[in-house]
Nanobody, 129 residues
Framework: QVQLVESGGGLVQAGGSLTLSCAGRIVAGPPFDRYTMGWFRQAPGKEREFVASISWPSSRKVYADSVKGRFTTSRNNGKYVLYLQMNNLRIEDTAVYYC???????????????????WGQGTQVTVSS
């Protein structure tokens, strides 16, 4: 079990960049580097959608087509932190962004919300014109 807290959201002009962080605190179970991590987002009136995931221990990554080439996820296991670097932001990127975790090696379906067991409370990202 890991508690997750997102930060770094804010108001950004279209075309700009923003970096989100997700700080983890282990409550029980394996260390942070034994968790598969993911990013999801939810816009008003819409369901939560997949953004990116990063594996352990090889740090393989999967991105949604809508963000591939613009967003990069990474992790610092020693600091218990997950990152999402967002570049060339678009108005349609506006959403609440969530990080998620599961203490399991990645398998088929690790780009779905159902795969994950622990979730943060989200941070708001607003992209303006």
């Amino acid at each position: 079990q890991v508690q997750l807290v997102e930060s770094g959201g804010g108001l950004v002009q279209a075309g700009g960049s923003l970096t989100l962080s997700c700080a983890g605190r282990i409550v029980a179970g394996p260390p942070f580097d034994r968790y598969t991590m993911g990013w999801f987002r939810q816009a008003p009136g819409k369901e939560r959608e997949f953004v990116a995931s990063i594996s352990w221990p090889s740090s393989r990554k999967v991105y949604a087509d809508s963000v591939k080439g613009r967003f990069t996820t990474s992790r610092n296991n020693g600091k218990y932190v997950l990152y999402l670097q967002m570049n060339n932001l678009r108005i349609e990127d506006t959403a609440v962004y969530y990080c998620a975790a599961r203490d399991r090696l990645e398998t088929t379906g690790w780009d779905t919300s159902a795969f994950y067991t622990d979730w943060g409370q989200g941070t708001q990202v607003t992209v303006s014109s």
